[in-house]
C-alpha cells in the first residue's frame, strides 16, 4: 500500500484511517449509498491537503473529499477512492465585525459558525436541517441553499473568498475580502457548486448580516397554493422584503409528522390542505405588521387559519416540523426522491399536472413534499406501489417531463453527485456539458477529483 505509507509520512499515521476506523465514512447519510473507501485521510492545514494531491496526482489515486456528509445525492461515495476529510480544519481564523466577515476554515460546521456571528450581533445566513453536521467545505461544494435563500440567496450569493487546492497540489489563493473583483474569469463561482470535482475547499471569507433584532413565525392555513403566493407577495411589499422563510407542507407531511415524531401536534385544530410556515425578520413591529396582514387575509377568506408563534418555545415548535423534512420523506419505500425547482407562478401546474401522469404510470402511487415555497424549490417524492428500478426511472422521468414543460430544473440545491447523473445526461443541454468537461480536463486532467460525479 504505497499510497498509504506516503500519505502517513505527510500528515502522521494517526491521521490515516483504514479498515474498520474508516467504517464511519463507508456510506452517505440516506443509506443509499455504501462503499468500502481505500483509507481516510485526516489532514490539519492547507499544506498537508497539499501535499497529500500532489501524491494522489502522482499516483493516480482518487481522492473524494468529505466535510459533514450529509450530502443527499450520493457525492461522497467512494468505492476504493482516499476520503480526504476536512473535520480536523474547523478553525474560525476571524470574525471582523466592523466588515461583517469570516474566514474560516473547511472542516467548520454550519452551526458553529451561525452561533459564534450570534455572539456578535452578526449571522451567517445558510440555515437548513443538517446544519449541525454540515461544514463550510461541503455547503459551498453543492451551493447549498436551505430556509433563507428567499432573503439571502444560496450559499454561492455569501461567499467572497476560497482557497482552493487543486488535483496537482498547487495553492489557488483567492481569498478575498473584496466585494467588486472583476479580474478575469470568476474561479470562485465556478469552485462552488462543483461538488469536489475541481479543487478542495480548504477556506473561505464568507459575508455575515446583522443578527435580525425580531422574528414573527406563524403556521398559516391559505386557501391554496396561489393565494399563498399572493400572501407572501403582499408580506414582502408591506414589509420592504423581510420574509425569511416561507415553507409549504401538505396535509400528508402534517399526519407523517404528528404520527411518527414523539410529541409533534397539529398546527391547526382542523386539518387543511395547505400548511405555510412564514417567518419574518427585522427591526420594529415585525409580529404586529404579520397579525395585521394574516388577520385581513382570513377576512378575505384566503387563508383558513393561522397561529403565530408567542415565544421563542412556540417558534421552535414550528422550525422542528419543518425541520423533520427529511426524516418524514425517509419514511417510507420505494420512494422517488426529486429536488426541483420552478418558476413561481408554476408552483400549482406543477402538482395539476404531474399527479395524472404519475397515476398513468402507477395508479395507486401517491406522493408527498416539502418545498421552500418562497424560492420555487419543491422536495417532491414520490411512493411507487413496486420497488422496480424501471418504474422508479420512469417517474423520474415523467417529472422531469412536467419540469421542463414548465421552463424548472431537475437539481435545485442538494447537487448531482451520483444520483442525478442519468437527468444531467438527458437534460443538460450538450453544449454546455462539453464545455463543463473541457474545464475538468484542464483543472484535473488525470481525473482524480471525486471521480463519476456531476459530470455524465
Ligand atoms: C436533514 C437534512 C436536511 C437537509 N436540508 C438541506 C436544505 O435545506 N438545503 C440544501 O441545500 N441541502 C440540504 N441538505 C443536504 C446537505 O446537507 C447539503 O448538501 C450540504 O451542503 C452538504 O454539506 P456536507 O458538509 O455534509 O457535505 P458532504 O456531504 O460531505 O459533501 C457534499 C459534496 O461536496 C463535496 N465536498 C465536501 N467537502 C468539500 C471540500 N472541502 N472541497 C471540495 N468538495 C467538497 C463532496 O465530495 C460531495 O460531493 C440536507 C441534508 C439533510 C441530511
Not at 457525492?75 to 470574525?95: K, P, Q, V, Y
Not at 420552478?342 to 402538482?351: A, G
Not at 424548472?408 to 437527468?423: N, R, V
Not at 443538460?428 to 459530470?455: F, Q, S, T
Request: charged content about 20%.
Amino acid at each position: 500500500m504505497p499510497f498509504i505509507e506516503n500519505a502517513a509520512a505527510l500528515i502522521g499515521a494517526d491521521h490515516v484511517l483504514t479498515g474498520p476506523d474508516a467504517a464511519g465514512l463507508s456510506q452517505d447519510w440516506t443509506g443509499a449509498y455504501q462503499w468500502t473507501p481505500l483509507c481516510v485521510l485526516r489532514p490539519g492545514t492547507t499544506g498537508e491537503v497539499s501535499a497529500l494531491m500532489a501524491l494522489a496526482h502522482e499516483t493516480g489515486t482518487p481522492v473524494v473529499p468529505v466535510s459533514g456528509n450529509t450530502g443527499l445525492s450520493g457525492g461522497t461515495r467512494a468505492d476504493g477512492a482516499a476520503m480526504l476529510s476536512l473535520d480536523r480544519m474547523s478553525r474560525i481564523r476571524e470574525i471582523r465585525t466592523k466588515t461583517r466577515l469570516a474566514i474560516v476554515e473547511a472542516g467548520v460546521v454550519v452551526e458553529t459558525l451561525r452561533n459564534t456571528a450570534a455572539e456578535q450581533g452578526l449571522m451567517f445566513p445558510v440555515s437548513f436541517g443538517a446544519q449541525g453536521s454540515a461544514r463550510i467545505g461541503g455547503i459551498l461544494s453543492t451551493n447549498a441553499g436551505g430556509s433563507n435563500v428567499l432573503r439571502y440567496g444560496n450559499t454561492r450569493a455569501q461567499v467572497l473568498g476560497v482557497e482552493v487546492v487543486l488535483a496537482d497540489g498547487r495553492v489557488m489563493d483567492l481569498m478575498s475580502e473584496l466585494h467588486k473583483d472583476n479580474t478575469g474569469y470568476d474561479l470562485r463561482d465556478l469552485v462552488i457548486g462543483a461538488e469536489g470535482t475541481l479543487g478542495i475547499i480548504t477556506a473561505a471569507v464568507v459575508k455575515l448580516v446583522p443578527a435580525p433584532q425580531t422574528h414573527a413565525t406563524a403556521m398559516v392555513a391559505p386557501r391554496d397554493l396561489d393565494a399563498a403566493l399572493a400572501l407572501l407577495g403582499r408580506l414582502q411589499t408591506i414589509s420592504g422584503g423581510l420574509v425569511e422563510a416561507f415553507e409549504y407542507m401538505p396535509r400528508d407531511y402534517i399526519e407523517t409528522h404528528v404520527a411518527r415524531v414523539p410529541g409533534a401536534r397539529e398546527p391547526f385544530d382542523a386539518p387543511h390542505a395547505v400548511n405555510v410556515m412564514v417567518e419574518m425578520a427585522g427591526p420594529g413591529d415585525i409580529g404586529g405588521m404579520l397579525e395585521t396582514e394574516l388577520a385581513a387575509a382570513l377576512e378575505r377568506g384566503e387563508i383558513a387559519d393561522a397561529t403565530i408563534a408567542q415565544n421563542d418555545t412556540q417558534r421552535r415548535e414550528i422550525w422542528a416540523r419543518r425541520e423533520a423534512a427529511a426524516e418524514i420523506a425517509f419514511a417510507r419505500s420505494p420512494r422517488v426522491t426529486t429536488d426541483i425547482a420552478l418558476p413561481l407562478d408554476r408552483l400549482s401546474s406543477f402538482f395539476d399536472r404531474v399527479r395524472p401522469v404519475l397515476g398513468d404510470l402507477d395508479p395507486g402511487v401517491t406522493d408527498t413534499c416539502v418545498a421552500h415555497l418562497g424560492d420555487g424549490n419543491i422536495h417532491f417524492v414520490v411512493y411507487p406501489t413496486r420497488d422496480e428500478p424501471t418504474l422508479a426511472d420512469a417517474v423520474v422521468q415523467a417529472v422531469e417531463g412536467v419540469v421542463g414543460d414548465l421552463g424548472g430544473s431537475f437539481s435545485a440545491e442538494h447537487g448531482i453527485g451520483t444520483s442525478k447523473l442519468p437527468s444531467m445526461q438527458r437534460l443538460k443541454n450538450p453544449v454546455a456539458l462539453d464545455v463543463m468537461g473541457a474545464i475538468k480536463a484542464a483543472m484535473d486532467p488525470k481525473g482524480i477529483l471525486n471521480p463519476g460525479k456531476l459530470l455524465p
